[in-house]
């Protein structure tokens, strides 16, 4: 009996179906606004209304869906079993005045139903939520002089928002932050509360259930399987991040962006080779980073649009029919796009000219980086730099790359799972000095590892993760506990166990060793002599980088380094050894980098929408050409002066600065040696190389304040310019400005570097940049 309004509801579905499929859909539905569920019957009987059938189908499918979500709700209230009966009655008041008359009023009433069904779901689970985190109506109604109608129409909206089903279908709960988003997105009565003031805390309370993310993520496949876990694993902690970060930026106005985020590489067109490995222990790196950009994205509160298909893709841009042989025929209607390198040729083969047009909005999530040289098409043709993933003549910030190790590019990353204090203490007290596990999923990853294995088995338990089907793969030692593939919870039980993760070489720069140092490991790594580079390894062949990695993990070697992560040549057994006890007396505690918190890639990810733009054109800056000084305005004294207790100049307090982000005040000028990099340079003097100033470094004025002496000044288009060269006091400024490079290098030339501080824990950005 207590099931019987759910019995009858699906009486009444089940006798719809039954007649839409006997008359053969002679009536039409028409779709009012964007609620699924609002719609109008009207008796047309004519071939216009064919396909009707299948709309009213698709719409049956959903209400299902969520009259199972229902039925499953926990303790459903008093209120809601007598909403319940109240659509089941409904389905009794039917009187047979006629077959297309009785087919229009199953209809409205269906649609009725599902509204009310929908508003009680909405209802239930927005009360449960605000019961649970304690945020219900936290939101303040503003008094702006702008927006003179907002109060009056929140007041209006608490009286009677339930009398309208599609507030509930936009997410309005009943709460006051609901209200105001709703009026800011959707009916713009209020000011964009969901991008200023207490933004982020409405979202905590309104958004973080990520409903409207995951639903769009879709399913269907491993990899998309693995993402939507993730999302919800993380997003309690996304909601806490949001609530700092909204402190942090004391409530500062934030532009919402239109975005389009196309996964290109989990395209059935791509080939998506990572879904069926996400169960064979395949690499899980990109899709960590993809469910963690999603998911910043949508916590910020941009309006998102997410395709994992070229029709998607297609239907997202407007793109006409055909391969791209027609422009799009309206504006771009995104601000930004993200996408992979698979995406961007996507969207070359369909969008054609237009994507040369649009491609100031493209940001590119590219896992190794792609330096100047090789991103210049016609640089890296004319000067062996063209391979398989560059040329796109983009600027260089707009690949945004896992780890902070190219400068060139922009520090996207992804986030790894942050303990509190108690979860720390656990870790701390439960660890097991003599266990390591090791970081290899895959069995061809334990080839040829038995030396340095059987020593560390002298002193430790070891455990593998490795997959297999039937039989234990023969490359993993018989000393070896293995565990087979586990699920992301249990190895983080796991870890949490383990004193030593311990890494093979490859793969390179992934997620799991900060996962590990996050839950109190030691990380052991591989020294490379000399670095792997595509001059000298398969894997990194064809890559559009000349970069060399010192080790498995350079990041963890550089930014995190000692006591939590040892680098040491395996093929030394004695400094293997050595290594190995003194990890045995070494005692960490569970360390995660600020930048791969949520909340350092929630601001992260906020400076870069709010202050990158590579569609408005840099305004000029004096070149400081062969023959002519600086401009007049600026010719009162020296551009650049030096800064106390360094060798680095900065720029002169006198000289009014460019309005420029990163700000001109973080610009430290500094002077390479022959044949080191920009990058090496600034790392050197505990700075990082920034591509945005070269221009302010590319004229006579930088060489002057470096006290360099020019017999000859020329400008040509070259990676390694601006630089200067000693021996034959020749001086070079770059011709071309998609070919500053914080990378490039040349034995010889000197080069001007243009460097920068950065907040501390986060090197993406400078002190002066949020």
């Not at 087919?103 to 449960?128: D, F, H, T, W």
């Not at 601000?335 to 047009?357: E, P």
């Not at 400068?407 to 000095?433: A, C």
């Not at 420029?660 to 002077?671: H, Y």
Request: glycine share 8%.
């Amino acid at each position: 009996l207590c099931f019987s309004p759910l019995l009858l509801i699906c009486i009444g579905f089940f006798s719809l179906c039954f007649l839409m499929t006997s008359l053969g859909g002679q009536f039409s539905a028409k779709r009012l606004g964007d609620a699924p569920f609002t719609i109008r019957t009207e008796v047309l009987g004519g071939v216009e209304s064919r396909g009707v059938l299948r709309k009213i189908t698709d719409m049956l499918e959903v209400i299902l869906k969520r009259m199972d979500s229902l039925s499953k709700l926990d303790n459903t209230s008093a209120a809601s079993t007598r909403r319940l009966d109240e659509l089941s009655s409904a389905i009794n008041r039917f009187q047979p005045v006629g077959l297309v008359e009785r087919i229009q009023a199953i209809a409205q009433n269906v649609s009725n139903m599902a509204n009310r069904v929908e508003q009680i779901l909405q209802s239930s689970m927005a009360q449960g939520r605000a019961m649970r985190d304690g945020t219900s109506g936290q939101c303040e109604v503003p008094r702006d002089p702008r927006y003179p109608d907002c109060p009056g129409k929140v007041d209006w909206m608490r009286a009677r928002w339930t009398s309208d089903p599609c507030y509930a279908f936009y997410g309005v709960d009943g709460s006051d932050c609901s209200f105001l988003i709703y009026l800011s997105e959707v009916e713009w009565f209020c000011p964009p509360l969901a991008w200023r003031n207490q933004s982020l805390a409405c979202q905590a309370a309104f958004r973080t259930d990520l409903s409207v993310l995951l639903e769009q993520v879709g399913g269907g496949k491993e990899s998309l399987s693995f993402m939507k876990q993730r999302m919800r694993r993380l997003a309690q902690q996304w909601g806490s991040a949001a609530l700092r970060l909204d402190s942090t930026l004391q409530h500062r106005w934030r532009d919402q962006r239109k975005i389009l985020v196309h996964v290109g590489f989990l395209t059935e067109e791509s080939g998506d080779v990572f879904s069926p490995k996400v169960l064979k222990g395949g690499p899980l790196g990109e899709m960590v980073q993809w469910a963690d950009i999603l998911t910043a994205l949508h916590v910020l509160g941009h309006n998102l649009k997410i395709s994992m298909s070229v029709k998607e893709l297609h239907g997202f841009l407007g793109v006409p029919p055909g391969r791209g042989s027609c422009p799009l025929t309206g504006p771009l209607p995104f601000d930004l796009i993200y996408t992979d390198y698979h995406g961007l040729q996507q969207m070359k083969q369909h969008m054609g000219l237009s994507l040369k047009k649009h491609k100031c909005h493209i940001r590119v999530i590219d896992t190794f980086g792609t330096e100047p040289a090789y991103n210049h098409e016609e640089y890296a043709t004319l000067h062996g730099y063209r391979t398989n993933w560059g040329y796109w003549n983009l600027n260089a910030r707009q690949y945004m790359t896992m780890f902070p190790h190219t400068p060139d590019n922009s520090f996207m990353g992804f986030v790894s799972e942050e303990l509190n204090e108690t979860e720390k203490r656990n870790i701390q007290q439960n660890k097991v000095n003599n266990m390591a596990v090791v970081y290899g999923k895959e069995a061809s990853m334990w080839k040829g590892k038995e030396g340095f294995l059987q020593i560390l088995h002298r002193y430790m338990e070891v455990h593998g993760t490795v997959y297999y089907e039937t039989q234990r793969p023969p490359e993993v030692p018989a000393f070896v506990k293995n565990h087979g593939l586990l699920p992301q919870h249990e190895l983080q039980q796991l870890l949490r166990k383990a004193k030593l993760f311990i890494g093979f070489g490859f793969p390179y720069e992934g997620p799991a060793p900060l996962e590990a140092i996050a839950n109190g490991c030691i990380f052991l790594q591989p020294k490379f002599q000399p670095p792997h580079s595509s001059l000298n390894h398969e894997f990194f062949r064809g890559k559009p980088t000349s970069r060399g990695v010192s080790s498995q993990h350079p990041y963890a070697e550089q930014y995190i380094g000692r006591p939590h992560v040892m680098t040491v040549d395996y093929n030394n057994s004695q400094e293997f050894d050595t290594a190995i006890r003194e990890i045995m007396r070494t005692k960490v505690e569970p360390y995660l980098p600020y930048e791969y918190t949520c909340e350092g890639m929630l601001e992260r990810v906020h400076a870069y929408i709010q202050n990158q733009d590579f569609c408005v054109p840099e305004p000029p800056f004096p070149l400081g050409n062969l023959s002519k000084p600086l401009a007049s305005s600026m010719s009162t004294g020296p551009l650049f002066v030096p800064l106390p207790n360094t060798t680095a100049l900065g720029w002169a307090a006198n000289v009014t600065p460019p309005p420029v982000w990163p700000p001109v005040s973080s610009l430290r000028l500094l002077a390479s040696q022959e044949g080191q990099s920009c990058i090496e340079t600034c790392q050197s003097a505990r700075l990082v190389c920034e591509p945005a100033h070269f221009r302010f470094i590319n004229n006579k004025e930088a060489l002057r304040g470096l006290d360099v002496q020019c017999e000859a000044l020329d400008s040509e288009s070259n990676h390694v310019l601006p630089a200067f060269s000693v021996a034959r006091r020749e001086c070079s400024l770059q011709q071309d400005p998609l070919l500053f490079s914080c990378a490039g290098h040349s034995p010889r030339y000197r080069r001007l570097c243009p460097c920068r501080d950065f907040r501390r824990g986060q090197v993406a950005l400078c002190r002066e940049c949020l």
